[in-house]
């Protein structure tokens, strides 16, 4: 009998638009280690509609993934876009335990889930007793659709990998946020960096992909806010090679470098972006203030945490806390990780941003 059994790694794999992006972590004792990641493209139409397009082709991407990383483990958590799963919570009797809910949760969720139930994956979580009733107990409904999942297990499959956990976006956010906390500037208006403030506010998360940002609003380390916006760093991308003339791939560079292309880049094309980046989560917050429920002026955000490729581009950290008065940092959950001998850390450094949904997911493993 082993008295001290080692939980087994789970890798944590991000299939988004633009990438695929994979990470191994392990813990000894309080601290992790990195112990291997990759970042691999995705070329044209692999996704549609936020699933692979084809499960066995986006199985050979995550299998050069797995190879270029050097990984040896197997079992693997994927996590569905938060815009593609529903949640809502929903009274039950406060007798009721686990068994009597599963029983009577496919005809609750018919009132709530405006899709055929046999279309859908269900699951649930007990939040505790309901401030309504003390005979109630509210219970947090989840649905996604099945091919949500379906197609991301069955890539995870083609790639010669096992699918132990399907997990949501925002969640997999969260995680990763809790190694991100105490590390945030403390509250202090002006963008500025305050180490001596309590941070009573909230933070903002924001996740800049290719053609999507979605922006999360968090209350300690709990998403109580969501809200995707449909435009990404992909305009950026389009707008350097249509100006300059260059390949998608040079444009990519060109938007992650300080090198400029041209004498007129910074000027005319990357600070206009990252002047339109800042308004765009401007008004995403806009929004969060004005709906009904965070309309009261209690609330403040006090902390800009950006995340995603986007927040690979040089200096737009500087240019959001300076247009939003808000600090803002780049996050790296790894800062204060070591990492394995094989691990390139300077390349952990510049991809750590488009690594937090990954290192989310492998957390995972030590649950």
């Given at each position: 009998m082993a008295l001290f059994k080692r939980k087994e790694s789970i890798l944590g794999i991000d299939i988004s638009p633009s990438a695929i992006k994979l990470i191994e972590l392990s813990r000894s004792g309080p601290r992790f280690r990195v112990e291997a990641f990759a970042v691999e493209p995705l070329g044209e139409g692999m996704m549609e509609d936020r699933n692979p397009a084809d499960p066995d082709a986006m199985g050979e991407v995550i299998k050069r993934a797995c190879r270029k990383s050097g990984t040896r483990v197997r079992r693997a958590a994927v996590a569905v876009p938060t815009s593609s799963v529903i949640t809502r919570t929903i009274p039950m009797p406060a007798e009721f335990k686990e068994s009597d809910i599963e029983v009577n949760l496919s005809i609750e969720a018919a009132q709530y889930i405006p899709y055929p139930i046999e279309e859908i994956y269900l699951d649930f979580e007990m939040k505790g007793p309901s401030q309504a009733s003390s005979e109630m107990q509210d219970v947090m409904l989840v649905a996604t659709r099945k091919e949500n999942v379906d197609t991301r297990e069955a890539a995870l499959k083609n790639a010669g990998l096992v699918p132990v956990i399907v997990d949501i976006e925002a969640y997999a956010l969260e995680n990763s946020f809790r190694l991100l906390m105490e590390s945030l500037p403390k509250a202090g208006g002006g963008g500025s960096l305050s180490l001596d403030k309590p941070r009573d506010g909230l933070t903002a998360l924001v996740d800049i992909g290719a053609t999507i940002t979605n922006l999360y609003i968090l209350q300690q380390d709990r998403v109580i806010f969501t809200r995707e916006q449909g435009f990404g760093c992909d305009q950026l991308t389009l707008r350097i090679a249509e100006t300059y003339g260059l390949s998608?791939?040079?444009?990519?560079?060109?938007?992650?470098?300080?090198?400029?292309?041209?004498?007129?880049?910074?000027?005319?094309?990357?600070?206009?972006?990252?002047?339109?980046?800042?308004?765009?989560?401007?008004?995403?917050?806009?929004?969060?203030?004005?709906?009904?429920?965070?309309?009261?002026?209690?609330?403040?955000v006090d902390t800009i945490t950006l995340v995603g490729g986007g927040a690979m581009i040089v200096g737009l950290d500087r240019v959001v806390a300076d247009v939003l008065g808000i600090a803002t940092v780049v996050a790296n959950p790894f800062k204060n990780m070591g990492s394995a001998a094989k691990v390139n850390s300077s390349a952990l450094l510049r991809d750590a941003p488009m690594l937090v949904v990954a290192g989310g997911l492998a957390l995972r493993s030590f649950d």
């Amino acid at each position: 009998m082993a008295l001290f059994k080692r939980k087994e790694s789970i890798l944590g794999i991000d299939i988004s638009p633009s990438a695929i992006k994979l990470i191994e972590l392990s813990r000894s004792g309080p601290r992790f280690r990195v112990e291997a990641f990759a970042v691999e493209p995705l070329g044209e139409g692999m996704m549609e509609d936020r699933n692979p397009a084809d499960p066995d082709a986006m199985g050979e991407v995550i299998k050069r993934a797995c190879r270029k990383s050097g990984t040896r483990v197997r079992r693997a958590a994927v996590a569905v876009p938060t815009s593609s799963v529903i949640t809502r919570t929903i009274p039950m009797p406060a007798e009721f335990k686990e068994s009597d809910i599963e029983v009577n949760l496919s005809i609750e969720a018919a009132q709530y889930i405006p899709y055929p139930i046999e279309e859908i994956y269900l699951d649930f979580e007990m939040k505790g007793p309901s401030q309504a009733s003390s005979e109630m107990q509210d219970v947090m409904l989840v649905a996604t659709r099945k091919e949500n999942v379906d197609t991301r297990e069955a890539a995870l499959k083609n790639a010669g990998l096992v699918p132990v956990i399907v997990d949501i976006e925002a969640y997999a956010l969260e995680n990763s946020f809790r190694l991100l906390m105490e590390s945030l500037p403390k509250a202090g208006g002006g963008g500025s960096l305050s180490l001596d403030k309590p941070r009573d506010g909230l933070t903002a998360l924001v996740d800049i992909g290719a053609t999507i940002t979605n922006l999360y609003i968090l209350q300690q380390d709990r998403v109580i806010f969501t809200r995707e916006q449909g435009f990404g760093c992909d305009q950026l991308t389009l707008r350097i090679a249509e100006t300059y003339g260059l390949s998608r791939e040079q444009a990519e560079q060109a938007k992650r470098s300080a090198d400029s292309v041209a004498e007129d880049f910074a000027t005319a094309v990357l600070e206009p972006f990252k002047h339109m980046l800042a308004e765009q989560i401007g008004h995403g917050l806009q929004f969060f203030f004005s709906s009904d429920q965070y309309a009261s002026g209690r609330y403040n955000v006090d902390t800009i945490t950006l995340v995603g490729g986007g927040a690979m581009i040089v200096g737009l950290d500087r240019v959001v806390a300076d247009v939003l008065g808000i600090a803002t940092v780049v996050a790296n959950p790894f800062k204060n990780m070591g990492s394995a001998a094989k691990v390139n850390s300077s390349a952990l450094l510049r991809d750590a941003p488009m690594l937090v949904v990954a290192g989310g997911l492998a957390l995972r493993s030590f649950d």
